[in-house]
């Protein structure tokens, strides 16, 4: 079974402060997803990578940067967190990006 | 035009009932297709995926029809365990992911 953990299931930071979320997947995939989820608007591509060390912009990178530094590992990174980041945030890996990606259990955020 | 169109329901069903979900996608170089399960406050999780021959899985099938460019989810006999939203994924190849909003089900006894 593929395990896909996150870092935190509830953060809460305030305006200005830097957070990490953390993603680690266990199955060797080559391709790890950031999303973010918010009523109505579905999930959403922030960031993923398809190597270590290479990333690729999704739909909404502004004001999110990310890291691989290790296969297993994804991370995501606000640098000056803002009020409208406050949602959940969801780590997916998959074998290839046109294939089943596996979700973590995601973070929800909220930025005071 | 979205990229990838839902009816965010809720459709509320009988245990029992048989229930249809539509997903229509705009791109026609689209290339493979999911339905995903989310329940309340949970992670997605992959329902099944969509051949174009359409496929089976117990209480569940799953069509595609490329020349009118949507999926089509059906459910037989809704047990209150299918209560959750359903969510219709697209991938045009490479990096080309997006997912619907969702349909919301709601079985009641």
């Known amino acids: 079974d593929v395990k896909v953990t996150q870092s935190s299931r509830y953060l809460v930071k305030r305006t200005g402060e830097k957070v990490f979320l953390e993603c680690v997947q266990d199955?060797?995939?080559?391709?790890m997803f950031w999303y973010r989820q918010d009523p109505g608007l579905g999930l959403r591509l922030i960031y993923f990578s398809y190597d270590v060390k290479m990333k690729e912009k999704g739909d909404i990178p502004e004001g999110y940067s990310v890291s691989r530094e290790k296969k297993e590992r994804f991370s995501l990174i606000l640098e000056s967190a803002s009020t409208n980041q406050t949602s959940m945030y969801l780590c997916a890996s998959s074998f290839l990006t046109d294939r089943e990606q596996y979700f973590g259990p995601g973070t929800r955020l909220t930025v005071l | 035009r979205k990229e990838v169109e839902q009816d965010p329901g809720p459709f509320n069903v009988p245990e029992g009932a048989t229930v249809a979900f539509n997903c229509t996608y705009s791109?026609?170089?689209?290339?493979?297709f999911f339905w995903y399960r989310q329940d309340c406050r949970k992670e997605p999780k992959l329902l099944m995926s969509?051949?174009?021959s359409g496929n089976e899985d117990g209480r569940f099938t799953a069509q595609l029809n490329r020349a009118s460019q949507y999926i089509s989810l059906l459910i037989r006999d809704s047990k209150l365990s299918d209560s959750a939203t359903y969510l219709c994924v697209v991938n045009r190849g490479y990096q080309k992911v997006t997912f619907g909003t969702g349909t919301k089900l709601q079985v009641i006894p």
């Open positions: 199955m060797d995939h080559e391709n």
């Open positions: 791109n026609s170089a689209s290339q493979s």
């Open positions: 969509v051949y174009s």
